[in-house]
C-alpha cells in the first residue's frame, strides 16, 4: 500500500540495518520528487559520515552525484573517461566528453593561433579567444574551450577587457534564482551565459532579438584537446 518513493526509502533501510562494509545503489532516489530527492541527498551523506560505511551510486544525474559524491567516476560506452573530486570534474574537466555531460557547458572548437606554458591565442569564426593552456601547445592544434554558462557575463555595451563577441539573444530561461541567455553569435554559434536574480526586477535588462555582448576572463575556460 505504500508509495515508489516509500519502498525505496525502506529498501535502502533494510540494507543499511544489516551494516555492510561496502553498500550498492543503483539509482537509489529515481523515484522520489525534487525536493524530497534534495533532502534524502543530504541524509544519505550524514549516514554514510555516521557508519563509514563505503557508498558506491549509480545515477543519471549529474547534480545528485555533485552532491552526494567524495569522488566521481564519469564513463562512456563502457570506459572510464575521468576519475576525479566533483570540483575538479566540474572546473578541469579532461576532455570534451566529460565537460559537456556534467552541467552545462559552452564548447567552443577553434585552433591554437599561439602558445606559451602560460597563455594561448585561440582563432574561431569570431576572431580571436585568449585562454590559459595546461601546457604550451603546438600552433594549429585543434582544441575545445569548455566555458561553463556562469562564467560568461552579458551586457549590452563592449567590455573594456577581456574576451568578447557580440550576438542576439535568441531564448531566454528563467529559473527563479537564475536566468539563462541563449545567445547567437555572427557565426551561428550559441553561447549561453547565466546570471544570477539578485535583485527584484520588474523588466528584463534584455529580451529575444536583443543585440548584446558576451564576455569572460582569460582564465574562465578549459582548453581541451580530446
Avoid at 143 to 148: E, F, N, P, T
Avoid at 151 to 162: D, F, H, L, T
Wanted: net charge negative.
Amino acid at each position: 500500500q505504500i508509495s515508489g518513493g516509500q519502498r525505496q526509502r525502506v529498501a535502502l533501510a533494510r540494507s543499511l540495518a544489516k551494516n555492510p562494509k561496502v553498500l550498492l545503489l543503483d539509482e537509489p532516489l529515481a523515484a522520489l520528487d525534487k525536493k524530497l530527492r534534495q533532502e534524502t541527498q543530504f541524509e544519505l551523506m550524514d549516514i554514510q559520515e555516521k557508519t563509514g560505511t563505503t557508498f558506491m551510486i549509480v545515477t543519471h544525474d549529474q547534480e545528485e552525484a555533485m552532491t552526494v559524491a567524495s569522488r566521481v567516476a564519469v564513463m562512456n560506452a563502457g570506459k572510464i573517461k575521468q576519475i576525479a573530486t566533483p570540483d575538479a570534474i566540474y572546473e578541469q574537466p579532461d576532455n570534451a566528453y566529460v565537460a559537456d555531460f556534467i552541467g552545462e557547458v559552452n564548447l567552443i572548437d577553434g585552433k591554437i593561433a599561439g602558445s606559451t606554458a602560460q597563455s594561448c591565442k585561440i582563432a574561431w569564426p569570431e576572431g580571436t579567444i585568449t585562454a590559459v593552456p595546461k601546457a604550451k601547445l603546438a600552433k594549429d592544434t585543434e582544441v575545445c574551450l569548455a566555458i561553463r554558462p556562469e562564467k560568461v557575463v552579458i551586457a549590452p555595451e563592449k567590455p573594456e577587457s577581456g574576451n568578447a563577441v557580440m550576438g542576439k539573444v535568441l531564448d531566454i530561461a528563467y529559473l527563479g534564482n537564475i536566468s539563462t541567455y541563449h545567445v547567437e553569435t555572427k557565426s551561428g554559434q550559441v553561447i549561453k551565459a547565466q546570471v544570477a536574480n539578485a535583485e527584484r526586477l520588474e523588466r528584463r535588462r534584455f529580451t529575444g532579438e536583443d543585440p548584446g555582448w558576451l564576455s569572460w576572463a582569460d582564465n574562465a575556460g578549459v582548453v581541451l584537446t580530446e
